[in-house]
């Protein structure tokens, strides 16, 4: 089965960086994405690893750590739209994602 | 091209009741998954659809959920006998479909919002 954990909610400062991590245990490995979620609002994809190491896009960066079972999502130069629930997810046999219960962020100004 | 769209957006039923949600996929995705999300939780996995074959129902809480997927296109997911537990937002999500390690990212719909009186 799959197992995923991330932080419940985390507080930041607008222009500030913050580290969302995540720990997973799978049966399988077939990589690890990062969404947003807006309240209200359907999940986004952000980030995609299956190889270790940071992979970064713009003011978002993620990384994996496949021995450690360990990933996180790096947010560079807060911006008040950044505060949503930032979701880690682990793709199953049938790449069905198991989700974390999400971490959700606010910036504050 | 457009993303995939869910239909309503908002249900509100009574208990007892059947409802059906709708979701029309990106063109040319061939993967299908239905998910739940209630309140505060994260996202469950309920059904999922490849192209042609048996669907993967490992997902479904109870016999008086079902899907069914038309064509290899457009999904209804049915929920039978309505009960309170059953509020949350539905989300379909679809891919291309690709095997292996490659990434086969998911894309999200709206959601329909149900709620279950």
């Known amino acids: 089965g799959q197992n995923i954990d991330q932080p419940t909610e985390m507080t930041a400062t607008e222009g500030a960086i913050v580290q969302i991590n995540c720990t997973y245990q799978t049966s399988g490995f077939n990589g690890l994405f990062w969404y947003q979620q807006h309240a209200g609002e359907a999940p986004t994809f952000l980030s995609y690893?299956?190889?270790?190491g940071l992979e970064e896009k713009g003011r978002f960066s993620s990384f994996l750590s496949r021995s450690k079972g360990y990933s996180y999502l790096l947010l560079k130069e807060l911006q008040m739209k950044d505060s949503a629930s930032y979701l880690c997810a682990a793709p199953g046999s049938a790449r069905q994602l198991t989700f974390g219960s999400g971490t959700q962020l606010t910036v504050l100004p | 091209g457009a993303g995939v769209s869910q239909s309503p957006s908002n249900k509100v039923t009574e208990k007892g009741k059947d409802v059906e949600l709708r979701c029309d996929p990106i063109?040319?995705?061939?993967?299908l998954y239905w998910y739940r999300q209630s309140l505060g939780q994260g996202l469950e996995f309920l059904i999922y659809f490849q192209g042609n074959s048996a669907p993967d129902k490992s997902g479904l809480p109870s016999d008086r959920f079902s899907a069914e997927r038309t064509g290899g296109s457009v999904s209804t997911l049915t929920i039978q006998r309505t009960q309170q537990e059953d509020s949350a937002v539905y989300l379909c999500?679809?891919?291309?479909?690709?095997?292996?390690?490659?990434?086969?990212?998911?894309?999200f719909g709206p959601g329909t919002r149900l709620t279950v009186l």
């Open positions: 999500a679809t891919s291309v479909g690709r095997r292996g390690r490659e990434r086969d990212t998911q894309y």
């Open positions: 690893n299956v190889l270790d």
């Open positions: 063109s040319g995705h061939t993967a």
